[in-house]
RNA sequence: GGAGGGAUGGCCGAGCGGUCGAAGGCGGCGGUCUUGAAAACCGUUAGCGGGGAAACUCGCUCCUGGGUUCGAAUCCCAGUCCCUCCGCCA
């Protein structure tokens, strides 16, 4: 949600900001700023009826210990009382519609953000690594994985359909080591703290994020009488731990990472990725969120990003830092940095994970604040996430860049501690 | 799934439908006493939104949402969460 003050006093940037993501919404905001004015006027007028109210209560009760009449009294209440009926009937309707608009807003993009349409207009920031010369042709990982007996689609799509994969064996142990090394790093280097969360969240947690209400059709919903979604990323539920409260600000900043399964239903994205693990209906992910104080958000911003890279350096897998335009980012982000990963199977660096500040913008919605020192006003924190990394793609990252000439795949040094010691995975038998 | 009990300020805990935003205690803060501290004593201490330069002032807030009433922490209905017992279960 957008700073209603802003969207009262600066109309114009707001606008014009919005404009760069491409979404194309003038009349809305018109609309919006209509209904904030609307409320604003009905509130006094309400207020100051309840007052009335109030008074004549306070005289009827006087009235009664002296034993005077009341009966004009009680009149005048009743009127009062139809009068705030109605005033507050309507401020119901204006609120309901404002907020419905507010909603669908996205967040306003930082000035620090290229302008522009599409994935293409991304910038480059730095780059670690460089992609591995083979001497034999390499094989995509959807090759890979089924002939080392460890990553099978179509089992998957016999339990669920398309989009859904098995890991068997040392694929099924690959991606665990890779959960554990990824919480290891995070929580004994980089000082997060390691959460637990449910899997699925409620529509308040995910109106919080900005799931919703926009994005439903993204998301699975659990059947039946139950105000259920499978979460698509353990963002909603680490953002949403501090939903209605008001920490303390000289605890700021205070860092989570969470492993979760994610579910996507990937509605609208038919065609896409069809091959492989790199769109699934279900995946899993090592996620980092941090709440901190404005005036720290964007040294987190660069820090969280980093702990993020760390994870590729010490797996070994060139990668890349994207700055995302206005037109490719996220509904909350107000800016994000992609990693993209080295796949050859597509000869192209493709996104790993993705980092972004939200500032007060998903705190608004889910009303998480701070004072600063402890006492005082509180303010909106500042929340921000990112994959620190999905856990699938960097299993597939690990199969292509270091698949051997012998159908082998070599296991990265980090990870052979979780892995029994083991070097290889090997066709033969695994 | 069945049967009961509960939700009040930072915490504990009172609260006949009418100056109740709420007794009392603890904790916190300020002070007296003391070389210092403790103890004792005195005072003070809820949040949110709006108006005002400020003193101050208006509204909302006793789990949430409805209802009854001139007036609800208090009465009625629905829901959420927590606890105990039974059943079931990893």
Redesign the pocket.
Known sequence: MLDPTLLRTRLDEVRAGLATRGDGLGGDLDRLVALDAERRAIL?VL??A??A??D???R??RA?RGGEPVEAL?KA??E??AAIKEHESRLETVEAERREWALKLPNLPHASVPVGRSEADNVEVRRHGAPPEFDFAPRPHWEIGPALGILDFERGARLAGARFAVLTGAGARLARALINFMLDLHTGEHGYTEVEPPFLASTDALTGTGNLPKFEDDLFKVAGEWDLYLIPTAEVPLCNLHRGEILDGRELPVWYVAYTPCFRSEAGSYGKDVRGLIRQHQFDKVELVAYAAPDTSWDVHEALTRHAEEVLKRLGLPYRTMLLCTGDMGFAASKTYDLEVWLPSYEAYREISSCSNTEAFQARRAGIRFRPDGRG??EHVHTLNGSGVAVGRALVAILENYQQRDGSVVIPAVLRPYMRGLEAIEPAGG
Do not use: L, M
């Open positions: 006094p207020e100051s309840r007052h109210r109030k004549v209560g306070e009827i009760a009664r009680v209440g009743q009062h009382a006003k509180p």
